[in-house]
């Protein structure tokens, strides 16, 4: 494999995931970091929901709960950055 395309397929699948969240949400979601970026600061959940998603498999079941979990926190955090930076106050 050419090493130009290293992740390559890894980046095209979040980048596609996002894109369709955002065409789901009927815009383009607001907040920085983005979910990418957020995954590409720290790639170690990513992977871990991943390989939770690869055991799941071979053993027969699909599961991608901590993939969904993982998505759902970061963005969470997105929109929140967004709200805070609209001079949203978070409680407590």
Do not use: C, H, W
Not at 59 to 73: C, N
Request: no cysteine; net charge negative; hydrophobic share 40%.
């Amino acid at each position: 494999m050419d090493p130009s395309f290293a992740d390559g397929n890894g980046r095209t699948s979040r980048i596609v995931s996002y894109a369709v969240l955002s065409v789901r949400a009927g815009s383009i979601l607001p907040g920085t970091p983005t979910i990418p970026d957020q995954i590409v600061d720290n790639r170690k959940p990513y992977f871990d929901a991943l390989d939770a998603a690869d055991v799941a498999f071979r053993e027969g079941r699909i599961d991608v709960s901590k993939m969904e979990d993982l998505l759902a926190a970061l963005l969470a955090y997105q929109l929140t950055q967004f709200y805070k930076a609209m001079g949203g106050k978070l409680p407590g």
